[in-house]
């Protein structure tokens, strides 16, 4: 799917400097970072107004432009509709492509896989798990990691991408203990022995929960 697709689909705005170029309204963005970051995860409108301090109208306007043009998918779970990335849409990978690398995941992935030889695996939990863009990332390195390789990888790539990233290194054992609990929900796989692109599998051990 070519470029000008995506901004005759998003905008009238050709790219300058990051998504924002190419999708006018600010709350678009906020929205596609949010449930392109993550597409495991699902969100509904209230929640999405109180988490970016808006009133729910302006949200309410993005979502049924998003789910208008299918990008999101729309069920209802009780009381609320919940609203989720639409994998199958063509733009998709586009979309969540541009999403990643305004957030500085995609950054993240390379370094960690051409800095860190001794990896098995790298997982992303906390507040980028659930699709927001807080500034703080935490990742789950699993895997023999040389810490003073670790550290010179972490303040390199914090200046790059310009967040902070904690990190956390477990051996495999110790990650399958963990895994399951509440501190590691949602979690999203970055990249795994044997893949050439863990994300791509979605393979996502996600907690459904907003």
Known sequence: MSYKLIVRFMGDKMPENGLSAVIPSR???QVLVRLLLNPGIRAYLRGLATEFNVSPN???TELNNLRKHKVLTAERDGRNVFYRAN???PLFPELSSMVRKITGIDELVKSVVDRLGNLEAAYLIGDYARGADAGIIDVVLVGDI????LDDFVKKTEAYIDRKIRSLVLTRDEFQRLQGTKGFKPILNLWE???SNAWCRMNSRNDDRP
Request: no cysteine.
């Open 27 to 29: 709350m678009r963005v």
């Open 146 to 149: 040389d810490r003073v390789q």
């Open 58 to 60: 302006a949200v309410r």
């Open 193 to 195: 022995t044997g893949y």
């Open 87 to 89: 994998t199958d849409h």
